[in-house]
């Protein structure tokens, strides 16, 4: 393993808060590295490598000793059992051999955390990768997630966000909360893509997947206002592409049903499936059929029209109140939503063809 010069001096800059002596890191070319000591960053430090050669702390008794060297404690550095490098604090090392065990633990404890972050960083990098190569159709974009005999069931959860609800030092603890609880361990993915964080969840049953999307949406709810949809089940790595798109159609259709919950399985869509499943083609002729007589700039108003009567089961004025018009307004509009389209939104099947129509036109927007 190989320190980066920012590494290594971050260390002896946090050493030196601890014991106020001057501190070199010395990587495994006897070349300092990294000092408190700016004069010495770059010179080759004899001492260290005696030490490295010799595999054993070195104590300097005298500034001429070696070439490069001054009076301290040189001690070699560790990770995973291979050495790294020398620390060494400058200073009469009878004086501060007592710092020394407790400066090269520090500094082995800051080495791995360093490593720990970057490979840390990495791996998410990877992850993303590899489930954007899924949900693209592009198996070459990244490494398999699983091997080619692992059928478990698998599923996407897509969680959104409004726009402005959460900044990106609030989505970095929503994306640390979400890992936490789908146990990253036990090959299930995570990762963010622009304003949604993509779940993959293996071996799970229909109960339990349940109680984890909603588990997900009570920690995560108090950062924003958030939308969760999930998709369908299945046990190939490449289908995944299809639970994904299930649980995008899942968000849309939410919010455009007036549904008082922010949680949306595709499997429990009604007639959201229907609509999910019909070509482009079909649903542009069906909402032509209804609406084609509704002026352009008339459309946005039948539309929230609509969903209000749909919302409050038809009560005047409750569908009033929150469109802020007056009662008598409403009446007016659904009386003139039925001479335009000859559809009386009183009469419950003639409701259910405009309803349709509004709802397809949002769906294929």
Partial sequence: MKINKYAAQSIVDSMKEIINYDINFIDNNGVILASTDEHRIGQEHYGAKICIHNKEDLFIYSDDLYKGSKKGINMLL?????????????????????????????SEILIYEDWYKTNKMKMKENVRISIEGLLLDNKSAG???????????KYIITIIWEKDSIDSARLDKVYNKIMSLINIDNNNYIAQFYNEIVVIISAINEDELSYLVHKIYETIK???????GVGSSYRNEIDLKKSYDESKASL?????????TSIAFYENLDLGLLFNNTTKTDIKIYINSITKNIPEKDIALYLELIQSYSKH??????????????????QYRLNRLYEITGYNPRNITDFVKLYLAFSMMELDD
Avoid: A, C, Q
């Fill in 143 to 153: 490494p398999s997630l699983y091997p080619e005999n692992d059928i478990s069931e």
């Fill in 252 to 260: 849309k259709w939410n919010s455009i049903s007036s549904s008082s």
């Fill in 313 to 330: 089961n038809g009560k005047i004025k409750e569908i009033g109140e929150e469109l802020y018009i007056h009662k008598n307004t409403v």
């Fill in 222 to 228: 108090v950062y924003g206002t958030f939308s969760i």
């Fill in 78 to 106: 560790y990770f995973e059992n291979e050495i790294i490098g020398v620390i060494g604090i400058t200073g009469e090392p009878d004086v501060i051999d007592k710092y020394g065990r407790i400066i090269k633990k520090m």
